[in-house]
């Protein structure tokens, strides 16, 4: 079975700060990792995936296989970086699940 | 709007009656999923669909709870005798398969079961 675990219900930081939202997952195979974000009145839409190692918004994700982990990163945040954030895996079978997800207040 | 669209955004219904939500994907896009949001929650996972065919249903998926693509296009979500406990965004998503491929989310539809 897959599952997403999202330690941190809030987090809360000022501008400039940095930023690392936790993600766990439990997968028997080689999952497949991503950071989904949810603005306000927005929809959710894709942030990043792992395979990509892409920074996006200056936002990175390293997949650690050892501590099943896919942490989110940003070394300075910015006030519009406030969302919901979700982690979420797909398997073997591509159905995709999320956590619980985050949300992220960056306070000026 | 080329993306993925719902319908309808907000639906009230009465406990006890029938709700169908309709999802229309991005067209070319084979993989349509099928999620449950309340609040405070990530996406659970319902249902999702390969073109037609119905691969995997969660346990979440009562009796009560029908999905269906009959052509492998537009997809509906049933709900029958709808219980308080329905009350949720129901958001739908479609993505291409093969590779590691980003699911496209729609906006959800809201439904309120008094």
């Known amino acids: 079975a897959q599952r997403v675990t999202q330690p941190e219900k809030l987090l809360s930081v000022f501008k400039g700060a940095p930023v690392e939202l936790k993600c766990n997952y439990s997968?028997?195979?080689?999952?497949?990792l991503f950071w989904y974000v949810q603005y306000s009145r927005q929809r959710l839409q894709l942030l990043l995936r792992?395979?990509s190692r892409e920074s996006i918004k200056g936002f990175t994700a390293d997949l650690n296989k050892g501590e099943t982990s896919f942490h989110l990163k940003k070394p300075f945040a910015q006030e519009e970086d406030s969302a919901m954030y979700y982690c979420a895996l797909s398997g073997g079978n591509n159905d995709m699940r999320f956590g619980a997800g985050t949300r992220l207040t960056v306070k000026p | 709007d080329t993306g993925v669209s719902q319908n309808p955004r907000h639906k009230i219904t009465k406990r006890g009656q029938n709700v169908t939500f309709r999802c229309d994907p991005i067209?070319?896009?084979?993989?349509l999923y099928w999620y449950r949001q309340t609040l405070g929650q990530g996406p659970e996972f319902l249902t999702y669909f390969q073109n037609e065919a119905q691969l995997e249903k969660s346990r979440l998926l009562s009796d009560r709870f029908s999905a269906e693509r009959p052509k492998g296009s537009f997809s509906t979500l049933e709900i029958q005798r709808t219980e308080q406990g329905d009350s949720a965004m129901y958001l739908c998503a479609s993505s291409l398969t093969g590779g590691i491929t980003e699911a496209f989310f729609g906006q959800g539809t809201r439904l309120t079961v008094v």
């Open positions: 792992h395979i």
């Open positions: 067209s070319e896009h084979n993989r």
């Open positions: 997968y028997s195979g080689s999952p497949e």
